[in-house]
């Protein structure tokens, strides 16, 4: 690959590229690390592992050592049902583990032939997405409300919404508790970061339309650019101007 992709979704960041190799940091996402070629050393406090694929836990500080490799980084927010299911079925009382190397070859085996055509970016990102649908297990799908069908409505529109939760109750005749707590039964992630989330892709969406930072920030709900940049450092652990800037195909889908 010459450049990297870079995908967001609610709930979710992936980078597939040349390695970023990092001093020692943390962030709120967990992260999952796949080489596509050889080990990953990962270094934290008390502990160096060396693995081809890992998970690391929310907040846990480490540093990524990758000499260079081809990788898959996927941050996953932990709040949504993935993120849930993750820390249950793979880290347990872990901070930092290893994950299942036939599962994570059979993901590099659909992947690594779709990557050299622009067209297939969608594919990608899908099956990366039901590879960690099963790794969570979390493939169930329940039936949306009408609800809550119309309140994602509301979030995805361009331009004014909204926001706030009093007003998204109201339109859907709903007590703002009872919102909360539908919305997160039905959409697996809970609204205030979900509504976080959509302005962070709002924003993204923005820069990659080649507006500048600090209207992209504006027009996303932010209070100004340093804002939305600690945001964006806070759940990823890189800043946005690296990450987009170095990407040769960038895909924002709020689902």
């Not at 796949?34 to 592992?49: K, N, R």
């Not at 930092?96 to 599962?103: E, F, G, N």
């Not at 979390?138 to 995805?156: A, F, H, W, Y």
């Not at 039964?185 to 507006?211: D, E, M, S």
């Amino acid at each position: 690959m010459e450049q990297p992709l870079l995908f967001f979704s609610t709930g979710y960041f992936m980078y597939i590229g040349r390695a970023i190799d990092t001093v020692v940091h943390e962030h709120h996402a967990l992260q999952i690390a796949i080489s596509f070629e050889d080990t990953i050393e990962i270094i934290s406090p008390g502990s160096i592992l060396k693995h081809k694929a890992v998970i690391i836990g929310s907040d846990e500080p480490h540093e990524c050592r990758t000499q260079n490799n081809t990788f898959l980084l996927i941050n996953i927010d932990p709040e949504c049902k993935i993120g849930r299911g993750l820390k249950k079925a793979c880290l347990a009382d872990k901070k930092i583990a290893a994950l299942p190397v036939a599962m994570v070859e059979v993901l590099l085996e659909e992947i690594k032939p779709l990557l050299p055509d622009h067209t297939a970016v969608d594919r990608i990102f899908n099956i990366t997405l039901q590879f960690l649908r099963e790794l969570s297990h979390t493939e169930g799908n329940e039936e949306m409300d009408d609800r809550i069908t119309r309140v994602l409505e509301v979030l995805k529109q361009p331009g004014e919404v909204p926001l706030k939760i009093s007003h998204l109750s109201a339109i859907v005749y709903l007590s703002p508790s009872r919102l909360i707590h539908l919305f997160t039964t039905q959409v697996g992630i809970p609204i205030r970061k979900y509504i976080l989330w959509v302005r962070i892709l709002t924003a993204v969406q923005y820069i990659i339309n080649a507006r500048d930072i600090t209207d992209a920030a504006l027009e996303a709900g932010f209070s100004d650019a340093p804002h939305f940049n600690r945001t964006f450092k806070r759940m990823f652990g890189l800043a946005p101007s690296f990450l987009l800037k170095n990407s040769q195909i960038i895909q924002a889908y709020v689902k």
